[in-house]
């Protein structure tokens, strides 16, 4: 039986593997972290179930505008990890950095809320929740 600090590492491991999919545009992939009946639920949109979810990331990434092409890597960080059996309670903060016209910049960053369930041995997201509080303009005007 796994110990609390390996569950808790598992955990962050789903976490940074759902980034490493994302970045890569490997969004199928991406929704295989989630339980059949998932939910991914962001500021533009709600994805249910693996296919529902790998849907909204594509149409989301399909719609990017000019600037925006740029590809961004997301951090995440400030893990709090709740764990009571095979149910978790998962919080923390993520950024994104990426190039922009005038260099390197943090485009985005936010909190994850994420209720997560182990089934078969493997951790996943039930439900994320993803609050978008930080977003950078892409297209600064430019200083004359």
């Not at 709600?46 to 909204?56: E, H, K, P, S």
């Not at 400030?78 to 994104?96: C, E, R, T």
């Amino acid at each position: 039986m796994p110990s609390l600090a390996e569950e808790k590492e598992a955990i962050r491991e789903v976490l940074s593997e759902y980034c490493f999919c994302l970045d890569g545009d490997r969004f199928a992939d991406m929704a295989a972290h989630f339980t059949e009946d998932g939910v991914w639920d962001t500021a533009f949109g709600t994805g249910v179930g693996r296919d529902g979810i790998a849907a909204l990331v594509r149409k989301l990434r399909s719609t990017r505008l000019p600037g925006e092409q740029q590809r961004g890597v997301h951090l995440v960080t400030n893990f709090v990890i709740k764990i009571d059996g095979d149910s978790a309670h998962v919080l923390s903060n993520w950024v994104v950095a990426q190039n922009s016209p005038t260099g390197p910049i943090v485009s985005a960053a936010g909190g994850y809320e994420d209720d997560m369930v182990k089934q078969d041995g493997t951790w996943r997201f039930r439900r994320r929740r993803i609050d978008r509080f930080i977003a950078a303009d892409l297209n600064p005007p430019q200083l004359s």
